[in-house]
């Protein structure tokens, strides 16, 4: 990743002129100083995914890139099993329930890379799409399985995508994502679908990590802030972008555009912001026709209950639910909704 300081400079000048709604929410508030700080650094910015410091970025789980050994033994017998039968709950929890033995009967830190090959396997026997990590920003929660590199935050991302997609995903042509962090999740959707329209819309320090790590997997494929912010109110990005797939967009810039996207993606930070939360939500079923929401199961301090969002969206009236399921891959437990306006075809199924 080439470090832009100047850029940086100018996101965070931008944000702090904003009007406050569209600013860091109380939940992130006391991370972006010492966070934009951080990256500051050069060497930093390349160890950005293993930040020693609160980012929302890092995963929570400790470094281990060393070789998982292969599964043997009952481990192996039920992995065989449900990718011969995958259409067989049983056989999947069986395996689950064996891999979940194994991992117990390990130390703190083969635990954790048992978890990820179990969760790489997993994906193979229920059909998730599952890609290698690009290890940009030198991931603190790796493991090379068969001589391939994942990190959980990645298959969090992929498990997404798979939730998603089994709701249909091959009318979308083009993706609004509300907090897309350092562009993981933006990532997963472009490497799928090579003519996807993504538009990355956050707030810095976290909009300048997803620019500079975007630029580095698809040169020549983003649209950067420096042109995002100088286009007046009723602009279009797909217009601005000039055929370019990804666009950067600053959360308080988003209301300036007319453009309307196949699906808005949301990860937790609607949930965050309280009261913020109507006026984005209510942008999203304006200029989206279909929603995917991934928030935690219980409400914390400062977080909204998922009930809330969902009746946010059900007041508009407009749209019909989905999905409302538990999201498996989450530690602390979490929810997946999908909603779709009204009147529109069945979007098929992703191939």
Same mark, same amino acid.
């Given at each position: 990743?080439?470090?832009d ?5 100018l996101?965070m000048a931008d ?7 569209w600013q860091?929410?109380a939940?992130?508030?006391d ?9 500051r650094?050069?060497?930093?910015l390349?160890n950005?995914r293993?930040?020693?410091i609160r980012?929302?970025i890092?995963?929570v789980?400790? !470094?281990n890139?060393g070789r998982?050994?292969r +599964?043997? =033994?009952r481990g192996?017998?039920?992995?065989? &099993?449900?990718?011969? *039968?995958?259409?067989i709950?049983?056989?999947v929890?069986y ?9 117990r ?5 083969m635990r954790q !890379? ?6 790489v +396997?997993? =994906?193979?026997?229920r059909?998730?799409?599952i &890609?290698?990590?690009? *290890?940009?920003?030198n991931?603190d ?7 391939r590199h994942?990190?959980?935050?990645t298959l969090?991302?992929?498990?997404l995508?798979?939730?998603?997609a089994a709701?249909g995903?091959n009318?979308v042509?083009?993706?609004?994502e509300?907090?897309s962090?350092y562009?993981g999740q933006a ?6 679908h090579?003519?996807?329209?993504y ?13 500079l790590y975007?630029?580095s997997?698809f040169p020549?494929e983003?649209?950067g802030?420096?042109?995002?912010r ?7 990005l ?6 370019r797939?990804?666009v ?7 209301k300036?555009?007319?453009d309307h996207f196949?699906l808005?993606?949301?990860?937790k930070s609607?949930q965050?912001?309280?009261?913020n939360a109507?006026?984005?939500l209510?942008?999203?079923?304006k200029?989206c026709r279909?929603l995917?929401?991934h928030v935690y ?5 400062g977080?909204?209950?998922p009930?809330?969002?969902k009746?946010?969206?059900?007041e ?5 639910q989905?999905m409302?399921e538990a999201?498996?891959?989450e530690n ?13 075809d ?6």
């Amino acid at each position: 990743m080439q470090a832009d300081t100047e850029l940086l400079d100018l996101m965070m000048a931008d944000h702090n002129r904003s009007d406050p709604r569209w600013q860091a929410t109380a939940y992130w508030r006391d991370i972006v100083e010492p966070l934009t700080a951080y990256l500051r650094e050069p060497e930093q910015l390349d160890n950005f995914r293993r930040a020693p410091i609160r980012t929302g970025i890092r995963s929570v789980l400790p !470094s281990n890139p060393g070789r998982v050994p292969r +599964l043997t =033994g009952r481990g192996a017998a039920g992995l065989r &099993l449900a990718r011969r *039968l995958p259409w067989i709950a049983g056989l999947v929890r069986y395996f689950e329930e064996t891999q979940g033995a194994l991992i117990r009967q390990q130390d703190h830190a083969m635990r954790q !890379s048992l978890r990820l090959r179990f969760l790489v +396997l997993q =994906g193979e026997a229920r059909g998730w799409p599952i &890609l290698e990590d690009s *290890l940009v920003g030198n991931p603190d929660d790796t493991v090379e399985i068969d001589g391939r590199h994942y990190a959980y935050h990645t298959l969090g991302y992929q498990y997404l995508y798979a939730r998603a997609a089994a709701v249909g995903l091959n009318g979308v042509q083009s993706v609004l994502e509300l907090g897309s962090g350092y562009g993981g999740q933006a990532e997963v959707f472009l490497r799928h679908h090579p003519a996807l329209v993504y538009a990355a819309v956050d707030i810095p320090p976290w909009l300048y990590v997803a620019e500079l790590y975007l630029k580095s997997l698809f040169p020549g494929e983003v649209c950067g802030y420096r042109e995002v912010r100088e286009s007046p109110p009723g602009s279009s990005l797909k217009a601005i972008m000039k055929g370019r797939r990804i666009v950067i967009v600053p959360a308080w810039k988003w209301k300036d555009f007319t453009d309307h996207f196949d699906l808005f993606w949301n990860s937790k930070s609607l949930q965050e912001m309280n009261d913020n939360a109507r006026p984005y939500l209510h942008m999203a079923m304006k200029s989206c026709r279909q929603l995917f929401l991934h928030v935690y199961a219980a409400p914390r301090e400062g977080i909204h209950h998922p009930d809330v969002l969902k009746a946010i969206v059900a007041e508009a009236g407009s749209f019909r639910q989905l999905m409302y399921e538990a999201n498996l891959f989450e530690n602390r437990g979490g929810v997946n909704m999908a909603f779709r306006r009204e009147g529109n075809d069945k979007m098929e199924q992703a191939s």
